[in-house]
């Protein structure tokens, strides 16, 4: 069957290619380190599997639904664990929105074309959001 053999496929490249861990990012009690940390090694998986990353986020819709499910619960864990960092009243809209879009794979796609380092990208957007929060704190 195509879906057992596509799954096997899977799973043996996913063995030697494991996502980030959000469980040791959740050890990191400060929101800014935490998400500088989670973004640096999110960034290097990206870098290092940059092209099968591509096309499976590409090809997504027309794979075993197994995949899109997989990669959907890795991306929320990773986002719970970043959002969850943040004191409460920091956690609306346009911090989930904002490191959303900074664990997004286009993202990273957009700064790596334009020859930004991991370290640098990680850098950019965890300012990026930081900011974000900083300035709504400051309006209010």
């Not at 030697?16 to 090694?41: K, N, S």
Request: proline residues 5%.
């Amino acid at each position: 069957d195509e879906a057992a053999v596509f799954g096997a496929c899977t799973s043996h490249w996913l063995a030697g290619h494991p996502w980030p861990r959000p469980d040791d990012w959740r050890r990191e009690p400060d929101p800014v380190t935490r998400l500088e940390r989670a973004l640096t090694e999110l960034y290097g998986y990206y870098d290092a599997n940059a092209q099968m990353l591509a096309n499976s986020f590409r090809d997504i819709e027309v794979m075993p639904a197994f995949v899109g499910e997989f990669m959907r619960a890795q991306l929320q864990n990773m986002h719970t664990a970043l959002v969850e960092a943040w004191p409460e009243a920091a956690r609306d809209r346009h911090l989930t929105v904002a490191i959303a879009h900074a664990i997004d794979f286009r993202a990273w796609q957009s700064l790596s074309s334009q020859s930004v380092a991991t370290e640098l990208a990680a850098q950019i957007m965890t300012d990026m959001v930081a900011g974000s929060v900083q300035a709504r704190t400051s309006r209010t």
